[in-house]
């Protein structure tokens, strides 16, 4: 006999997965297994589409019942079909994986199960080198709603978005007890990250100075002593000498040779604006311990030979590993004083 022809329509396939949610208590054991087995069949039989759409509701249902670990396991199948079916990534199809997250419980590891795959399909099939903004800025805040602020601060920093900026800064306020706590640490970990990737993200970067530093002052009215003309700009002096240094390292930054530019043209017969970046690099090294800390310095040294076109010192080969300085930087919560 021929093989009977099954359906794949997931209107008419998902009523007898849900089925099994409507007892008392509900039977998310069953749920699951039904709901994998079918996406299975259907993937296998070249329906990943129909697979997609047969995970997302059943994965929705059983989060709203609070199964999660059989709730996050479809919700991943459904990302892993994305990257197999090479789903782009639109709208769509971001908009099934943020309806999963929201739903997801903030206790143990299931969001960050299906948030950190998500970023990786983004990754692959986006147009983003560090996942795609709108996704990490969405799991960013989710984790800043559940005062998980490290695991916030590297999805808000690669979102790279003005408005991730003005949530940075309100968290890093926060975090640092409204300024109870030297602000400065929580301001280079957002800062020197946004200023280190190529071409540097320069409006976040001041985006989130300027919040943090009206914040800031909001809780202590003297911490603006003055205003200073820098370069083309201006910029709020504060008691904090490592926030100055941020504020004066981002206009330098803007000013920065153009992609495509050598570091012969760049330096010209002057040095042009790579030895005024030395120059305030190594003079808030001596005077800053922030600024001074290996961290830090290690992320100063990607700046200056990528950015600035400036060769590395000999010992220190080409500079830190993009992803090894963010590494260094995020490593945990600042250290407390």
């Known amino acids: 006999m021929p093989p009977r022809n099954l359906p794949t329509d997931p209107a008419k396939l998902t009523p ?16 699951h297994q039904k709901a994998r087995t079918t996406a299975a069949r259907l993937v296998h039989s070249g329906h990943k589409q129909e697979a997609i759409q047969v995970l997302f509701i059943s994965a929705k249902e059983l989060l709203k019942v609070q199964e999660w670990g059989s709730g996050t396991d479809l919700g ?9 079916a090479e789903v782009q990534v639109d709208s769509e199809s971001k908009a099934r994986v943020t309806q999963l997250l929201a739903l997801m419980t903030s206790e143990g590891t299931w969001r960050k199960k299906l948030a950190d795959l998500t970023i990786k399909w983004s990754l692959e099939f986006g147009d983003c080198q560090t996942g ?3 996704l990490h800025k969405y799991i960013g805040e989710l984790y800043y709603k559940d005062r998980k602020f490290v695991q916030a601060e590297q999805h808000l920093v690669a979102s790279c978005k003005r408005d991730a900026a003005v949530t940075l800064a309100e968290m890093a306020y926060e975090w640092c007890g409204k300024g109870a706590e030297d602000p400065a640490p929580y301001a280079c970990r957002v800062v020197i990250p946004f200023i280190s990737i190529t071409p540097p993200a320069i409006l976040p970067a001041r985006t989130f100075l300027s919040k943090f530093i009206t914040l800031l002052s909001s809780s202590d009215s003297s911490f603006i002593a003055t205003t200073l003309t820098y370069g083309s700009g201006e910029l709020p002096l504060t008691t904090s000498s ?4 941020l504020q ?11 992609e495509g530019v050598s570091g012969v043209q760049a330096r010209g017969t002057t040095g042009g604006i790579s030895r005024e970046w030395e120059s305030l690099v190594r003079k808030y090294k001596g005077q800053d311990k922030v600024v001074g800390s290996q961290a ?3 992320a100063l ?8 076109k400036i060769p590395p010192p000999r010992q220190a080969g080409g500079g830190p590993d993009l992803m090894n ?6 490593g945990g919560a600042p250290a407390r004083r």
Request: with cysteine.
């Open 325 to 330: 300085l963010m590494g260094s930087l995020f």
């Open 301 to 308: 040294l990607h700046i200056s030979t990528n950015t600035f």
């Open 242 to 245: 490592t926030l100055n240094w």
């Open 16 to 31: 007898s997965i849900l089925r099994y949610l409507e007892s008392s208590p509900p039977d998310g054991y069953s749920a």
């Open 296 to 298: 830090v310095q290690e």
């Open 76 to 84: 991943c199948y459904m990302v892993e079909t994305y990257r197999s």
């Open 248 to 258: 004066m390292a981002v206009l330098t930054v803007q000013r920065a040779p153009a």
């Open 132 to 134: 795609d903004p709108d």
